[in-house]
């Protein structure tokens, strides 16, 4: 079965050893997931945490033996400081690094930590794969657009509706971000840079690289609910928050109104445009991917609703009497918080390299990932929110 897979341009697939920074998250999840049952590739699964690969780690009851066998194994590293990451990249073929301090949250609140983290600790990463020959998939952001040009005409301008002044095109788009008060660029600053040093290190050091930028990629295991898996006063992602008020038949919560525009790309039809990247080397490397799904636009408001609406669906819980509030963001996110306003990827690229389409839509994935969310979390939030019974 995997012996016969054969890449796009029709060569049989040498299984390789890949070295996964940042493996245990969300992301690195799926990938080792959709690796692991197949291929024949080997993980060397770096992170601090391993909470949600542990299903693939450890056999679990009911399957005495993991049908991968030791294709996966995990180094608790914490990139930061820690000698063991340049012989790991080095026994690796390829270096695929994910690790990084990416919630919105954080990048006005922890601006040292989300810079550190995105740029200063990744350097290493760059420069051992440049020195020892080795190919590095890197994960950057469709943040690093920041702002659409049209974003700066007035509110009914004509123009606003014409894709040129919004549609995010890797090899043309400016990178438009706010004053350096708004500290929400810290993360979206950072990653350009990175993203400049590897295309330096590509230009002038020869090291074969890919840069991906996700567009809001969801599913299960995003993030953390607050107070269950994560701290209670953590503010993840907006699916896991949203997800967090439903759960707890709580208003959603719409920061300045919930105006923003967003494209949502199902976790399992972005995984198949990485596997692409991976295993067609020749057609990938030089390239930066905008990977999401142009489709799935909705506002955030339209997100609250719609996840409102599906969750009702799947837990048959009716809908509250009020289902969302609007929230100031600096009431919200804090001080130094700005926003991207609209985020539509142009798939030319993608779709000339590696034939890649996302194929779920908005309602399906929803449906899939708050299955999922009602699956793992509605009892423990019964439990954590049930008054104590008087003895
Ligand atoms: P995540 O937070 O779930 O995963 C990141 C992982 O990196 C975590 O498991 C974390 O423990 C690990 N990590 C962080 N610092 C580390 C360190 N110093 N040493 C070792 N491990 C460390 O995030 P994700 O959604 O899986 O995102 C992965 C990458 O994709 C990030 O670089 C992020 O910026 C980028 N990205 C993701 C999205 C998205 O839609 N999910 C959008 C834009 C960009
Ligand atoms: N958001 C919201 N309510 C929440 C969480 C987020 O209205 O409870 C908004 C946020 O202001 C942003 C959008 O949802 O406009 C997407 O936020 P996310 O944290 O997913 O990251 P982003 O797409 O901005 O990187």
Redesign the pocket.
Known sequence: MAGARVDLDGRPIKPMTICM??A?????SHLCEKLLSETQHKILA????ND?IRHLLEPGSSDPALPWGDRIQFHR????HDSRLEGLIKMADLTI???????PADYNTRPLDTIY??FI?ALPVVKYCSENNKRLIH?????VYGKTIGSYLPKDHPLRQDPSFYVLKEDESPCIFGPIEKQRWSYACA?QLIERLIYAEGAENGLEFTIV??????GPR??FIPGIDGPSEGVP?VLACFSNNLLRREPLKLVDGGQSQRTFVYIKDAIEAVVLMIENSARANGHIFNVGNPNNEVTVKQLAEMMTEVYCKVSGEPVLEQPTIDVSSKDFYGVGYDDSDKRIPDMTIINKQLGWNPKTSLWDLLESTLTYQHRTYAEAIKQATAKPVAS
Not at 213 to 218: G, K, L, M, T, Y
């Open positions: 920074i940042g245990g998250g969300f992301i690195g770096v992170d601090v945490y949600k590293i914490n990139i930061k690094n994910l690790a990084a301090i990416c919630t983290s995105n600790d994960f950057s952001t469709c943040e990653k930028r996700p567009f809001n990629w969801i995003m993030d992602r």
